[in-house]
C-alpha cells in the first residue's frame, strides 16, 4: 500500500515562516496530482494548494503570494512553503496524492495531518 507521512508542523509567530514536507512511499508506480488541505477546529476542510507530476500549481487565494508548493518526483515528496503566516493559517495541515500503486487501482491518499500554530 501507499503512505504519506508529513511533517514540518510547529508553533510560530504571526509573520514567521515554516517549510512542510510530505513523502510518499510505498508500491508506487506514478504520483500524480499531490496537494496540502488544511483543516481549522469546526471549520470545513480546504484546499491550499496543488501541484502536478509536472508543475502545474493551483493555489487558494488566502495564500496566494506567501505560500509555494512544491515536489521532487525522485523522492515521492511534496513541499509548501509557508511564509508571512497569520493566526488564519492555524489548522492541520493534511497531505494528499492521486497514486497509482503495483497491483492496485488509482487512487487517493492522506497523510495523518501535521498541526500549524501562529500565535503571538
Known amino acids: 500500500q501507499v503512505q504519506l507521512v508529513e511533517s514540518g508542523g510547529d508553533l510560530v509567530q504571526p509573520g514567521g515562516s515554516l517549510r512542510l514536507s510530505c513523502a510518499a512511499s510505498?508500491?508506487?508506480?506514478?504520483?500524480?496530482?499531490m496537494a496540502w488541505y488544511r483543516q481549522a477546529p469546526g471549520k470545513q476542510r480546504e484546499l491550499v494548494a496543488s501541484?502536478?507530476?509536472?508543475?502545474?500549481?493551483d493555489y487558494a487565494d488566502s495564500v496566494k503570494g506567501r505560500f509555494t508548493i512544491s515536489r521532487d518526483n525522485a523522492k515521492n515528496t511534496v513541499y509548501l512553503q509557508m511564509n508571512r503566516l497569520n493566526v488564519e493559517d492555524t489548522a492541520v495541515y493534511y497531505c494528499?496524492?492521486?497514486?497509482?500503486?503495483?497491483?492496485?487501482?488509482?487512487?487517493?491518499?492522506w497523510g495523518q495531518g501535521t498541526q500549524v500554530t501562529v500565535s503571538s
Open positions: 494528499n496524492a492521486d497514486v497509482q500503486g503495483i497491483g492496485n487501482f488509482r487512487r487517493a491518499y
Open positions: 501541484i502536478t507530476r509536472y508543475g502545474s500549481t
Open positions: 510505498g508500491t508506487i508506480v506514478s504520483i500524480y496530482t
